[in-house]
């Protein structure tokens, strides 16, 4: 060993090479060294140019936990707004000015309207285009009890569509800019801000009653434009019976005369109340929630919400640059005016809905009956196939249930299939039948003798829409037969089949 070791010392290649590796460290030690007091240097340079607090004052606004700039100094038309309003709210205030201000709306609603409206507690969730609009509304009509729900800040993109805010605005949060703002017209209005995202684990706390006197909120207006909160929101409000309002899509609209009121049952021509309404009734609720939405439809030449470059897909997740995780992170278009249309429609309805004041919009399509005979349908059919399975034995059907509501036939006829056959496009004599022979038993059993529970396994993408002739064909020949479809259906409904399927399977995981 010693002998190799002393023969590869001498040789010349060996060396050359050692020496080689040796100046190599060296110089990347060298690099290194030379880029960390680079750094170090630009790290102290940044640091050197930022101004001193002290010496710059209120001219620099700290970045609060929101990432936006806290309340800037108040000038002195703000400071007496201020004041103005800590004695209005005080009680300090001659009522008849207000009444003075609110004349116009006392001889439209009546003095007995024009009570309620100011006795009444608003809550606005979302203080974008739509609800800075809704609220400015609410309080110069003489709603005296307003909370604000929104977690964003003022953007100079807000300032197209907002209804109150300026250029001195922008980096404050948009519910202190409301009530700044608006307490320069109406002192007497009491806010209560709450600058955080709406989401359901804190549902309870965000429309708690107004604190002090325990009112409950007498109407919430839902202005968000994030499908998860939006539906979390209305879900709430319907199952604890809080009277609300839903704004639908303002984006990529234009004409106001399309803009209606109406059930969200109704609401077929808007991409947001679309998206909205399925997850709803996957959630049991069909009906019974009015909304603010536009009967517009896209068309050639028209603003549209276009897909993200794949440049901005290269770059890494897009969703990284969402405000918060699951929201839009896409610029949506939006004409300045339409979400003010919006704003006001909301307003509007909420005006009217607290002083008794006469009004209708679009009821529900009456079709709570067909859902429950499509329901009836589904047990049956399943009581059907359970029999064959079993050949004959009406007793395992006896006490079987299945794993859907009423509201998911709603879903699944009116959402996915659109009121028509999947097979011939006929909009009548409608029912809902598995597509495929089940492989193994449907029957899901849980306990034993008087106290089991039976139902079928059954998923909402299973089945499909056919009228009651395509059914019973469909049942004999492929759930108790022994064709596939696609030995009886060509290859093009096949295909728009599963892919409705598909689609079905996507929604079906919000139930």
Same mark, same amino acid.
């Given at each position: ?5 002393? +023969? ?53 606004? /700290? ?13 002195? =038309? ?50 974008? %285009? ?9 309080? /110069?009509? *003489?709603?005296?009890?307003? /909370? ?38 109406? $002192? ?5 801000? +709450? ?9 309870? +706390? ?44 303002? *984006? ?15 609401? &077929?021509?808007?991409?947001?109340? #679309? ?14 929630? $009015? &909304? ?6 896209? %068309? =050639?030449?028209?603003? =549209?919400?276009?897909?993200? $470059? ?17 929201? +839009? ?6 004409? *300045? ?43 049956? *059919? ?7 399975? &079993? ?9 079987? #249930? ?16 659109? %009121? /028509? ?5 006929? &909009?009548?004599r409608l029912t809902l039948v598995r597509w495929r022979k089940p492989a193994k038993s449907i029957l899901v059993r849980i306990g034993e003798g008087p106290n089991e529970q039976k139902s079928s396994n059954v998923k909402l993408h299973d089945l499909v829409c056919m009228t009651k002739e395509e059914g019973i064909r469909h049942d004999k020949d492929v759930l108790r037969g022994d064709k596939k479809p696609e030995d009886i259906y060509d290859s093009a409904t096949v295909e728009k089949v599963e892919a409705l399927l598909k689609d079905i399977a996507k929604y079906e995981k919000y139930r």
């Amino acid at each position: 060993m010693a002998s190799l070791l002393e +023969r590869a010392s001498s040789s010349s290649k060996v060396q050359f090479a050692a020496t080689a590796i040796a100046s190599g460290v060296v110089v990347a030690g060298s690099i290194m060294g030379y880029q960390r007091l680079r750094r170090e240097e630009r790290i102290h340079q940044l640091k050197d140019s930022i101004p001193s607090l002290i010496d710059e004052g209120e001219a620099l606004r /700290r970045i609060n936990s929101f990432g936006g700039a806290e309340k800037a100094k108040a000038d002195k =038309e703000d400071l007496r707004n201020e004041l103005l309003a800590r004695r209005a709210q005080a009680g300090d205030y001659d009522d008849e000015l207000i009444l003075e201000q609110l004349a116009r709306n006392r001889v439209f609603l009546t003095p007995e309207g024009l009570d309620k409206l100011r006795n009444s507690f608003v809550v606005i969730v979302g203080c974008g %285009g739509v609800g800075s609009h809704c609220t400015a509304a609410l309080t /110069r009509s *003489g709603v005296s009890k307003i /909370r604000l729900i929104d977690f964003d800040q003022v953007t100079l993109s807000s300032l197209n569509r907002h209804a109150v805010a300026t250029l001195a605005d922008v980096g404050s949060p948009k519910v202190q800019c409301l009530q700044k703002r608006l307490l320069a017209i109406t $002192p007497w209005v009491h806010f209560d801000l +709450r600058q955080e995202k709406f989401w359901d684990q804190a549902a309870d +706390r965000l429309l708690a009653p107004w604190e002090g006197g325990g009112q409950k909120p007498d109407y919430v207006v839902d202005a968000i434009d994030n499908i998860d909160t939006k539906v979390a929101l209305l879900k709430y409000c319907h199952d604890h019976k809080l009277p609300v309002i839903s704004s639908m899509g303002a *984006g990529c609209k234009s004409d106001p005369t399309r803009i209606m009121v109406g059930d969200i049952g109704t609401s &077929t021509d808007d991409g947001l109340s #679309r998206a909205t309404r399925r997850r709803l009734k996957l959630l049991g609720i069909t009906k019974g929630i $009015p &909304t603010v939405y536009s009967t517009e439809k896209t %068309g =050639e030449g028209k603003a =549209e919400l276009l897909p993200l $470059p794949e440049d901005e897909f290269q770059k890494g997740k897009v969703g990284d640059l969402g405000v918060l995780p699951d929201f +839009r992170v896409r610029i949506l278009p939006v004409l *300045g005016t339409m979400p003010a249309v919006f704003g006001y429609t909301a307003a509007n309805h909420v005006i009217l809905s607290v002083t008794g004041y006469p009004h209708d919009y679009v009821p529900a399509k009456g079709r709570d009956k067909m859902y429950d005979g499509l329901l009836a349908a589904v047990q049956g *059919g399943e009581e059907r196939i359970l029999r064959h399975m &079993t050949s004959g034995d009406a007793s395992i059907t006896l006490g079987l #249930r299945v794993p859907i509501t009423s509201g998911d036939m709603a879903f699944l006829v009116e959402e996915i299939f659109k %009121g /028509r056959s999947a097979i011939t496009g006929l &909009t009548t004599r409608l029912t809902l039948v598995r597509w495929r022979k089940p492989a193994k038993s449907i029957l899901v059993r849980i306990g034993e003798g008087p106290n089991e529970q039976k139902s079928s396994n059954v998923k909402l993408h299973d089945l499909v829409c056919m009228t009651k002739e395509e059914g019973i064909r469909h049942d004999k020949d492929v759930l108790r037969g022994d064709k596939k479809p696609e030995d009886i259906y060509d290859s093009a409904t096949v295909e728009k089949v599963e892919a409705l399927l598909k689609d079905i399977a996507k929604y079906e995981k919000y139930r």
